[in-house]
């Protein structure tokens, strides 16, 4: 089948691909094979379903990941997704086909996250009051591309993290940031960056996207930007979104 007739997808990486081993269920004895080995001493590994849609969606489609991971960190995936355009820190780099960091979104990020370095810092600020407020343990996490923040986490340890979900909806919003919470961890994205914008960019790249069907996969409400772009879209069963869809 010749590229330009082959199906273009997005997919998420984290809990749609791959899996941290540390929440694979108690007990689990699936075959798995390692995906990602990080510097901290955490492993990703593909299950034997994970593996088996990677490998039908890599020899069927050109596969354009998109993951918030950092470009550092995605260089530390040991999978081969081709010479397509990739999509890390949440959308804030972009990775052209000869595996270069594409100039032109990088003069574009690099022009407008300066104005957001204020405004992360103190949603992080109140985000961290209200977790001690609530005698939450939480980490700080930040995540910085082309010399500047563009996204701060607040990772909550305990069965008590869920608590702090509410305050996230009710009292962290703000129109200049993403917030998303997800799994014990809150997330301020400063409004410039997101997975959606990104794929939008890259699809602007590629000719002849009006005659090939374009698939989305995620696993997080927060990959719905990206997926909504999408002819078709698809999540994982227990991630997420297809928690949300069947409660609804």
């Excluded at 901290?40 to 918030?68: E, G, L």
């Excluded at 591309?145 to 305050?167: A, F, P, Q, Y």
Aim: net charge negative.
């Amino acid at each position: 089948m010749t590229s330009t007739m082959k199906p273009l997808v997005f997919t998420d990486l984290d809990d749609t691909i791959f899996v941290n081993q540390r929440k694979l269920p108690a007990g689990f004895s699936g075959s798995f094979v390692t995906a990602v080995t990080d510097t901290d001493d955490r492993v990703s590994v593909m299950t034997a379903k994970q593996n088996s849609f990677f490998r039908w969606i890599i020899h069927t489609a050109d596969v354009v990941p998109i993951t918030a991971r950092s470009y550092e960190a995605f260089k530390r995936i040991d999978l081969d997704f081709g010479h397509n355009w990739k999509i890390a820190g949440n959308g804030s780099v972009v990775i052209n086909p000869a595996n270069e960091i594409d100039r032109q979104w990088t003069r574009i990020m690099a022009a407008e996250l300066p104005e957001y370095q204020a405004c992360l810092q103190d949603k992080l600020d109140e985000a961290l009051a209200a977790a001690r407020a609530l005698g939450l343990d939480a980490t700080v996490k930040r995540y910085a591309e082309h010399g500047h923040d563009h996204c701060v986490l607040l990772v909550l340890n305990g069965e008590r993290s869920h608590e702090l979900h509410r305050i996230a909806q009710s009292e962290l919003s703000d129109e200049r940031l993403h917030v998303h919470f997800n799994g014990g961890v809150l997330a301020f994205t400063a409004r410039p960056v997101s997975k959606r914008r990104a794929a939008e960019y890259v699809m602007s790249q590629m000719r002849g996207l009006e005659n090939r069907v374009v698939l989305g996969f995620g696993d997080s409400l927060s990959d719905l930007g990206f997926m909504s772009v999408c002819d078709f879209m698809g999540a994982p069963q227990g991630s997420q979104i297809s928690n949300t869809l069947v409660a609804a």
